[in-house]
C-alpha cells in the first residue's frame, strides 16, 4: 500500500482496497490520481481493464466531506449498465471505508419518482446516464451548486454528437470551478476538441498502451458471405456444443430481434442487449445468460460496456470490429481467472483486410478456420465424392491447405 500512499492518499480511504486485493497501483491510477487530489483538470486515455474506474473513484472518496449532507460529485455513463458497474465498484469500495459516503444510481429506464425518493437524502456522489441526470436537474432535484467534481466516464462515446448537447448542458449547470474529469480507452480528434472545449485547461494523462491480448485466448475467423452470416451463426453455436456460454457482438447493422428469431427457431435459447430495451429487459436479459438459462447473448460493444458477465467461454464477431482496440475490448470478455477462451469472427472478402490489421497491432495470430458436418477445423476439409469402383474409402481427414488472404 507504499505506493498509494504516495500518490496522496490517505490510509483510511486505501482500507477500502484491502477487502478487494488490491495492493500496487497500475499506471493510470498512479499517473491520474495526484492530479486529480491536486484539483486538476483531467483528460486520461487508458485501455479496458487497466484500473480507470478506481483512478477517479478513489480521489472522489479522499475529496469527499460526509459532515456534509450535500451532493458533491457527478459521474456519467453512456449506458444504463456501466454506470449500475461503477456505483457497484463504488459500494465494493464504501465497505471497507471507515467515511460515511453515500451514492445512488441515475439511469434512464429506471422508475423517476424512485430516483427522486432517494435524491431527497441528498447522496454525496450521483452516477448516472446523461440524460436521466440533466432531467433531473432541469426538476431541480438536483442540486447543482454544490457539485465539486464531475467525471464523463467512456469519453469517446459522450462526447459524440449524439451526447455532447446533454453532456455540455449538464456541465454549465454546476459551478464554474467544478473539477473536470474525462476518462476514455481511445478518444478521436473530434472527442478531444470537444473535451478541450468543455473542461479548458486540463492535464492529459495517457498510461502505457499494453495491446497485449490474454494468451489465453484462440482465435480464429471463418469466411462468411454477409447474407450467410446469421445462418453460420447458427451452425457455430451448435459445433461450439450446448455447455458453453457465448456472445454475440454486432455494430448494429443488424436487426437483433430478428436474429433473436432465427436463433429461436432453431431451437437455440437467446437473450440481447440493445438500446431499445428497458431496464428489466436487459435485467432478465442478463440472469437468463449468467444463469444458463440461455446459451448465446447477442450485444453490440455500446451495452456491453461495463458489464462484468462471468462465465463466458466463446466471443463471435457476427459484425468484424471496427478496429483493433475494439476487438481487444470483445476478447477481454473471455479468457479470464486462467480459463481458456475462444474468439471467432465472421469474415467476408472485404473484412479480411480488419483481421490482417487487428493481427498486425495487437501482434496476434488470427487464423482462418472451418466449419464442417458441424465441427471446428483448422485445417481446410476436402470433401471426397464417393466412388463406387473403389472398395476403400477415401480418407476425409483435414489436409493442410496454406491459402492467402
Partial sequence: MDKFLKLGLSEEVLKSLVGLGIEEPTDIQEKAIPEI??????????????????AYLLPIIEKIDDSKNEMQAIILSP????????????NDLKRGLGKKITSTTLVGSGNIKRQMEKLKNKPHILVGTTGRILELINKKKITTNTI??????????????????DVKSVVKSCPRDTQKLIFSATMNEKALENADELIGT?????AKAANK??????????????????????????AIGDEKKIIVFINNSYNVHNVIQKLKYNKIEAVS??????KMERKKALQDFRSGKAKVLITSDVSARGLDIKGATHIVNLDIPMNSQNYLHRVGRV??????????????YKEEKIIVKCERQLKIKIPRVYLYEGKIHETEVKKVSSNKNNSKKKSNLPKKVYKKR
Fill in 148 to 165: 465539486k467534481t464531475i467525471v464523463i466516464d467512456e469519453g469517446d462515446k459522450l462526447l459524440d454528437f449524439i451526447n455532447i448537447k
Fill in 202 to 206: 486540463s492535464e492529459l494523462i495517457q
Fill in 79 to 90: 449506458t444504463h449498465e456501466l454506470g449500475v458497474q461503477i456505483n457497484n465498484v463504488l
Fill in 273 to 278: 442487449l440493445h438500446g431499445s430495451d428497458n
Fill in 37 to 54: 487530489l491536486n484539483g486538476k483538470n483531467v483528460i486520461g486515455k487508458a485501455e479496458t481493464g487497466t484500473g480507470k474506474t478506481l
Fill in 213 to 238: 491480448v490474454n494468451e489465453n485466448i484462440e482465435h480464429g475467423y471463418f469466411q462468411v458471405e454477409l447474407r450467410d452470416k446469421i445462418d453460420f451463426l447458427r451452425k457455430l453455436i451448435h
Fill in 335 to 348: 479468457g479470464r481467472a486462467g480459463e481458456k477462451g475462444f474468439a471467432y469472427s465472421l469474415a467476408d
